[in-house]
C-alpha cells in the first residue's frame, strides 16, 4: 500500500467549481493567497487594533503587521521541517503563509474587548467569536462569489429564488479553509447549552450556520479522520507562529510604550507570578502531560525563566561584598536602555524568534498525514507563554486601558442596538446598501441580529467611532464618506 502524502486531490477542491483561467501557472493555493490579499477583510486589519488602541500612535502594530509577522514565522518553520524532516513530502508554503495571514481576518473592532462586547450582544444566538468569524469571512461574506455568480449567472445576488443564502465568500479550496479552523467545535446557540457544556465565553469553535461546511471541509481532507480534534498541519504552524509573534513583538510594543520592562517583569509581586504560573499550567496540563519533561510552573521557575530570557541585563556579578547598590543601579540602567532603545530592543526580539523558530517539534500522523503536528518544545513553550502573559498583564492592569476598553465596550453596544431597533425600524435603515439587501433577505430575527454582529465586526476601529458619530449626532463626518 502506496504511503499516503500531506496533500491529495480533495484539499483542491473548492466549495464551488469555477472554470479555471487559462496561462495561470499558480498552484491553487497561491491563488488563494493571492485572493485573501486583495479582499477588503484583509486590507481592513491595518485599521484593527493588535495591542494597543489603533491610531494612538503609528509606530505600535496593528492586526495587519503583526499577521504580515506571523506569516514571517510561520513559512520559517515550514522551511526548517521541510529542509529537515519533510524534504520529500514538503509543507506548501503558500498555504502556510495563507493560513498566518488569515488567522486573525475575523477580530472585530477594539481587539478583544470588541470580541467581548459582540458576544455579549449575541448571547443565546450562537455568540461571537474570532476564529468563528474567521472562517465565515472566508466562506460567506466576502464578496468573491456565489453560486451563481460569475458561473452561470451575470447578476450578483446574495439569495436564490428560494431566500436561500448562496453566498461563498472567497471561494477557496477546502485545504486552505481547514488551515484557518482552529478550533473543531461547532459553537451552541443558546447560553443554556453554553452552561450544559462548561465553555468558558466566548466559545472557540465555529457557529452552527457554517457546520455544513466545516463538514464538507474534513470529508474532503481527511475524510475518515476522528471529530472532534481535526486541525491541519498548516494550521498547527500558523497557532505556534502566533504564540511566537505575540510573545516577542508585543512584548516589544509594550517595552517601547513604557508599560513594561525586563526589571519590572523580575521585580513582579509573587502573586502576579503564581497568577500567571497557575495559567499556564493548565494549558501544560491539556498540551504536554504524559510527555517527557513535564513538570508544572512555580514562581521559582517564573524567576529563573526571566533570568534565562534577560540574563545580560541580569548580571548580579560583583566582585566586592559591598557593591549591591552599584549592582543594583547596573540592572536597573541596563532594563532602562533595553526597553527604551530601539537597536537593543530589535535586537531581543530577533534573538528570541531564531531561538523559538528554532525549538519546534514534529510528530508526523502516519494515519492522516495533514493532521500532523508541530508545537513547541515545553521548555519553550513556557517561555513564550510567560512572556505573552506578562505582555497581557501589563495591558488589563493599566488603568489608562481601562479606559479605553469601557468605553469600545459601550460604543459597540450602542451602535448594536440601534441598528436591530425593532420598535420604529429606523436603525436598520443606517446600514449600508449592500448590508440592507443581506439584513431583509430573509426574517428571521437571529438572521438580522447575525447580520449586524457581521456588518460592526468588518469595522476598523476608525470606521467604529465614526459610525458611532453618526447616530449620536456628535461630531459626525460627512454623509459621503462610504464604509470602508
Not at 500612535?57 to 526548517?80: C, K, M, P, W, Y
Not at 496540563?285 to 513535564?294: Q, R, W
Request: hydrophobic share 35%; aromatic share 10%.
Amino acid at each position: 500500500m502506496p504511503r499516503r502524502k500531506l496533500y491529495h486531490r480533495g484539499d483542491y477542491r473548492r466549495l464551488h467549481d469555477v472554470s479555471e483561467k487559462g496561462g495561470d501557472a499558480r498552484d491553487p493555493f497561491r491563488r488563494d493567497l493571492a485572493r485573501l490579499i486583495h479582499c477588503p477583510a484583509f486590507r481592513r486589519l491595518q485599521g484593527k487594533t493588535q495591542l494597543f488602541p489603533n491610531g494612538e500612535n503609528d509606530f505600535f502594530r496593528n492586526r495587519l503587521t503583526h499577521s504580515i509577522e506571523v506569516s514571517q514565522i510561520a513559512t520559517g518553520i515550514a522551511q526548517n521541517l521541510n529542509a529537515s524532516v519533510l524534504s520529500d513530502d514538503p509543507i506548501n508554503e503558500h498555504l502556510v503563509s495563507f493560513a498566518a495571514l488569515a488567522h486573525d481576518l475575523g477580530h472585530p473592532p477594539f481587539g478583544h474587548n470588541g470580541e467581548k462586547a459582540l458576544d455579549e450582544l449575541m448571547s443565546g444566538h450562537g455568540g461571537f467569536e474570532g476564529n468563528a468569524q474567521t472562517l465565515r469571512i472566508l466562506c460567506r461574506l466576502e464578496k468573491k462569489e456565489t453560486r451563481e455568480f460569475p458561473y452561470p449567472n451575470v447578476v450578483a445576488n446574495p439569495f436564490n429564488d428560494e431566500s436561500k443564502d448562496i453566498r461563498l465568500g472567497l471561494n477557496l479550496t477546502m485545504r486552505s479553509l481547514a488551515s484557518v479552523l482552529k478550533y473543531d467545535r461547532e459553537i451552541p446557540i443558546t447560553d443554556e447549552d453554553v452552561k450544559k457544556k462548561g465553555y468558558d465565553r466566548p466559545v472557540k469553535g465555529y457557529y452552527s450556520s457554517e457546520d455544513e461546511v466545516v463538514q464538507e471541509i474534513v470529508d474532503s481532507v481527511e475524510a475518515r479522520s476522528p471529530r472532534p480534534g481535526f486541525k491541519t498541519i498548516e494550521c498547527s504552524i500558523m497557532d505556534v507562529a502566533d504564540d511566537i509573534a505575540y510573545s516577542t513583538y508585543d512584548l516589544e510594543d509594550a517595552f517601547k510604550a513604557g508599560f513594561l520592562s525586563p526589571i519590572e517583569m523580575a521585580a513582579a509581586p509573587a502573586e502576579l507570578k503564581d497568577e500567571i504560573a497557575t495559567e499556564i499550567n493548565s494549558k501544560l496540563k491539556i498540551l504536554y502531560a504524559g510527555t517527557k519533561n513535564y513538570s508544572e510552573m512555580d514562581v521559582k521557575e517564573v524567576d529563573d525563566i526571566l533570568g534565562r530570557l534577560f540574563r545580560t541585563t541580569f548580571d548580579y556579578s560583583s566582585t566586592s561584598a559591598d557593591a549591591a547598590y552599584e549592582v543594583s543601579r547596573r540592572v536597573y540602567h541596563r532594563s532602562r536602555i533595553l526597553a527604551g532603545t530601539g537597536y537593543y530592543r530589535t535586537a531581543l526580539t530577533s534573538k528570541f524568534v531564531h531561538e523559538f523558530i528554532c525549538d519546534v517539534e514534529f510528530t508526523k500522523n502516519t494515519t492522516f498525514p495533514s493532521l500532523s503536528k508541530v508545537r513547541l518544545k515545553i521548555d519553550t513553550f513556557k517561555e513564550v507563554e510567560l512572556l505573552k502573559k506578562f505582555a497581557y498583564k501589563s495591558l488589563i492592569m493599566s488603568p489608562m486601558l481601562k479606559m479605553a476598553e469601557n468605553s469600545s465596550g459601550s460604543i459597540i453596544e450602542r451602535i448594536f442596538h440601534t441598528l436591530v431597533d425593532a420598535k420604529t425600524g429606523a436603525g436598520r435603515r443606517l446600514l449600508p446598501t449592500d448590508w440592507r439587501e443581506v439584513y431583509f433577505g430573509i426574517s428571521d430575527p437571529s438572521w438580522r441580529m447575525r447580520t449586524v454582529c457581521d456588518f460592526i465586526a468588518s469595522m476598523t476601529d476608525r470606521y467604529c467611532l465614526e459610525f458611532y458619530s453618526r447616530i449620536t449626532g456628535s461630531n459626525p463626518p460627512s454623509i459621503h464618506k462610504p464604509f470602508q
